[in-house]
């Protein structure tokens, strides 16, 4: 599902200081996940209907957190071995069908991908259930902690009796991802992105999960075609700063997520790292992709 490249550059940056203060909150505000190369921190239960978590990371080896239930009787075992597969797939076939059996063996929620000394929150509707709580980076190789199979971060998650006073927060703006004619990729936006205030994000797309990452833009000159030109592999130089990195991990078809980032003003791409279900080209390669202002 994503361009290894991708996760790459934004792996390569120095490691930051190790995991402290990894208490678990009280119940009165949002859930703790804290992930780092010294240990994952993340509630083993929470409350259904509108569930807030707080994600923050210690390295940038680590800190793209997600949630994800199993399905169809999935073992656990099998999520961990098709989500490592899909990192490891290179032809287009084999990315492809990686991608479908990952899909069959897991819904997946989105969360949150901060980068160290910043944290993000994001919110989803949950139903009573058993969930997973894991670091995406941890099926990368290299590119992330590389423990050995078995090790990655994969915490259980149980949500119990609803929380009938929970509600979702106001969007200040709601980010679709969608199947345009002729069923290219896109993202269209309505409202307007501000720093610190709820962004609701929907995949609308069909039989393809998705996901928005959006990166500072340092260099007023770059344009939309730039950064598609980066994600067609035509250009090695990257359009963006991926040490600003935030964003969700993906979602599967019909999800949603609302997230809240601690956004610097200026100018935001925002792409998506997965592989098409028709090609396994990035979507942004196809054009998926917007750039926007935060004043």
Same mark, same amino acid.
């Given at each position: 599902m994503?361009?290894?490249r991708?996760?790459?550059a934004a792996?390569?940056a120095?490691?930051?200081t190790?995991?402290t203060g990894a208490?678990?909150?009280k119940r009165?505000?949002?859930l703790e996940?804290?992930?780092?190369?010294?240990?994952?921190v993340?509630?083993?239960?929470?409350p259904?209907?509108a569930v807030t978590?707080?994600v923050?990371?210690t390295?940038?080896?680590?800190?793209?957190?997600g949630?994800?239930?199993?399905?169809?009787?999935?073992?656990e075992?099998?999520f961990?071995?098709?989500?490592r597969?899909?990192?490891?797939?290179?032809e287009?076939a084999?990315?492809i069908?990686?991608s =479908?059996? %990952?899909?069959?063996?897991?819904?997946?929620? +989105?969360?949150?991908? !901060?980068? $160290?000394?910043t944290?993000? #929150?994001?919110?989803l509707?949950?139903?009573p259930?058993?969930?997973?709580?894991?670091e995406?980076?941890?099926?990368?190789?290299?590119?992330?902690r590389?423990?050995?199979p078995?090790?990655?971060?994969? =915490?259980? %998650?149980?949500?119990t009796?609803p929380?009938? +006073?929970s509600?979702? !927060?106001r $969007?200040?703006?709601?980010l #679709?991802?969608?199947?345009?004619a002729?069923?290219?990729?896109?993202?269209?936006?309505?409202?307007?992105?501000?720093?610190d205030?709820?962004?609701?994000y929907?995949?609308a797309?069909?039989d393809q999960?998705?996901?928005?990452?959006l990166?500072p833009?340092?260099?007023?000159?770059v344009t939309?075609?730039?950064?598609v030109?980066?994600f067609?592999g035509e250009?090695?130089?990257?359009?963006?700063?991926?040490?600003?990195?935030?964003?969700?991990?993906p979602?599967?078809?019909?999800?949603?997520?609302?997230?809240r980032?601690?956004?610097?003003?200026g100018?935001?791409?925002?792409?998506?790292?997965?592989?098409?279900?028709?090609?396994a080209?990035?979507?942004t390669?196809?054009g998926q992709?917007?750039i926007v202002?935060?004043?």
């Open positions: 994503w361009n290894r991708g996760v790459l792996g390569a120095a490691c930051v190790a995991l208490a678990l909150p009165t505000g949002p996940i804290v992930t780092g190369e010294d240990g994952f993340s509630p083993a239960t929470a259904a209907g978590f707080r923050r990371t390295s940038w080896r680590t800190g793209t957190v949630i994800a239930q199993l399905r169809n009787g999935a073992t075992d099998q961990r071995t098709r989500m597969q899909v990192f490891a797939a290179e287009p084999a990315v069908r990686a =479908r059996e %990952l899909m069959a063996t897991a819904e997946q929620f +989105g969360g949150a991908a !901060p980068h $160290p000394g944290d993000s #929150t994001f919110t509707r949950l139903k259930g058993a969930y997973l709580v894991l995406y980076l941890d099926f990368a190789g290299a590119l992330g590389n423990p050995p078995g090790a990655e971060y994969v =915490r259980p %998650l149980t949500v009796t929380n009938s +006073g509600s979702p !927060p $969007p200040c703006a709601t #679709t991802a969608v199947d345009a002729g069923g290219v990729p896109r993202f269209t936006l309505s409202g307007r992105i501000l720093s205030q709820p962004l609701r929907v995949n797309m069909r999960v998705d996901e928005a990452r990166y833009i340092v260099d007023d000159s939309e075609a730039d950064i030109a980066y067609k250009t090695q130089s990257a359009p963006f700063d991926f040490a600003g990195q935030l964003g969700t991990p979602l599967s078809s019909g999800r949603e997520v609302m997230l980032m601690p956004m610097r003003s100018r935001y791409a925002i792409v998506s790292w997965v592989r098409s279900m028709a090609d080209q990035p979507l390669a196809h992709l917007l202002r935060v004043p």
